[in-house]
């Protein structure tokens, strides 16, 4: 399987912050990666795809970026509804695997 | 718009099996999608446990392979996960999604969760 690796575990911004997590996959799998976030008690909703693509109805302040080992998801300014757990997932291989989340929360 | 639901028994015996159900509305399970299941313990990270097309072919995540049979109900619109020989590991809150092309995974249900508990 393909470990998806994400750091940090948590982080603690302000309201306006520029955020920025990153995944890192054990091998090279081109752009095959998705952004995900998770508000607690909800499902997962698709955010950025094939690495770089937002998903239509996606705020413009949410990108991604990368390719082949290193990705970066990006906040551009950190807004209170954007509280949540982000997750990668590649899709490069079967299984899709997940990283193991990144909690956002509000300094 | 498409939207999925999914049921089943909340509690499920040691030893026995899960048995879950989504149902497709707004759309097609006949379209050129996959679909999907995933799931989430408590407090931790999502695992993909597998996925099926309209067609009847399946991937199985080889973690789960032995135990997980997908199946689909064209005349339904639905699709199913059976998990068998099931223990607390798999206690978790389960969901179904659209896997959209076979890239991602782009509409989720709400999410149901199984208890494995005597």
């Known amino acids: 399987d393909i470990q998806m690796t994400q750091s940090p575990s948590s982080l603690s911004a302000s309201v306006g912050d520029r955020v920025t997590i990153t995944c890192q996959a054990s091998?090279?799998?081109?752009?095959?990666l998705n952004w995900y976030q998770q508000k607690p008690g909800k499902a997962p909703k698709l955010l950025i795809y094939d690495a770089s693509n937002l998903e239509t109805g996606v705020p413009s302040r949410f990108s991604g970026s990368g390719s082949g080992t290193d990705f970066t998801f990006t906040i551009s300014s950190l807004q209170p509804e954007d509280i949540a757990t982000y997750y990668c997932q590649q899709y490069d291989n079967l299984p899709r695997t997940f990283g193991q989340g990144t909690k956002v929360e509000i300094k | 718009q498409v939207q999925l639901q999914e049921s089943g028994p909340g509690l499920v015996k040691p030893s026995g099996t899960l048995s879950l159900t989504c149902a497709v509305s707004g759309g097609s399970i006949s379209s050129s999608n996959w679909w999907s299941w995933i799931r989430q313990p408590p407090g931790k990270g999502l695992e993909w446990i597998g996925e099926i097309y309209h067609s009847g072919s399946t991937n199985y995540n080889p973690s789960l392979k032995s135990r997980v049979t997908i199946s689909v109900d064209k005349s339904k619109n639905q699709f199913s996960l059976k998990l068998s020989s099931v223990t607390a590991a798999d206690t978790a809150v389960y969901y179904c999604?659209?896997?959209?092309?076979?890239?991602?995974?782009?509409?989720w249900g709400q999410g149901t969760m199984v208890t494995v508990s005597s």
């Open positions: 091998q090279d799998i081109s752009n095959y």
């Open positions: 999604a659209r896997n959209r092309k076979g890239v991602v995974d782009d509409i």
